[in-house]
């Protein structure tokens, strides 16, 4: 039974720091983030893109801070953050289907 809350407790903050990996456009876990260099906003790569070129505003979609394409560049750090993200919850999946009710 400790181990169910425990895996629960993980599960909870997993979703809570999913939460803070939300596109500001889409509001999904972000794909492929790029950040805008000007103001080093995160987004989902074709989230941000479109919206730079097909928006008709040069301008970061949070700040206002103008921005444009060249701007944006891949964010390393939080590609590997959701790619842990996807492999932990496979392994909680995982858990939770061998975990047999009680």
Not at 3 to 14: G, K, N
């Amino acid at each position: 039974r400790a181990m169910a809350t425990s895996w629960t407790t993980t599960r909870f903050a997993l979703a809570k720091l999913e939460e803070l990996l939300h596109c500001p456009i889409c509001n999904h876990l972000m794909t492929d983030p790029h950040m805008i260099t000007t103001c080093e906003h995160c987004f989902c790569r074709d989230c941000v893109v479109t919206t730079l070129c097909h928006g008709g505003n040069s301008c970061c979609p949070l700040c206002g801070l103008p921005s444009w394409i060249k701007d944006v560049r891949p964010n390393y750090q939080l590609i590997n953050i959701i790619n842990y993200i996807h492999s932990i919850n496979v392994i909680l999946n995982n858990i939770n289907s061998q975990e047999t009710p009680i």
